[in-house]
Nanobody, 121 residues
């Protein structure tokens, strides 16, 4: 029904940068917001950044000033530019979509499978 495909993860040294992408496809009627979450080993999944359909953004305190979320509405794609990466940023990053579909007009959450980001020397 709705598919989210993430890309851009990998291994990077501390201080480096990565750009994650997430493309949404399927029977999407309306997108309300897109977001990135992350989950480190042994920890709960946490919100990293979110962007609404109107372009408003919100960030976790731990990434403010280093990460930037953006979206291409025409492509139903959300990006996460990550700069000045730290070992503490190591986690699986998940794309989240809050949207209504052709068969379910109530806003619902959809998730990608995740992409690994490892910050290490």
């Amino acid at each position: 029904q709705v598919q989210l495909v993430e890309s851009g993860g990998g291994l990077v040294q501390p201080g480096g940068s990565l750009r994650l992408s997430c493309a949404a496809s399927g029977s999407i009627f309306s997108i309300f917001a897109m977001a990135w979450y992350r989950q480190a080993p042994g920890k709960q999944r946490e919100l990293v950044a979110t962007i609404t359909s109107g372009g408003s953004t919100k960030y976790a305190d731990s990434v403010k000033g280093r990460f930037a979320i953006s979206r291409d509405n025409a492509k139903n794609t959300v990006y996460l530019q990550m700069n000045s990466l730290k070992p503490a940023d190591t986690a699986v990053y998940y794309c989240n979509l809050k949207a209504a579909t052709m068969s379910n007009l109530l806003p619902s959450d959809y998730w990608g499978r995740g992409t690994q980001v490892t910050v290490s020397t």
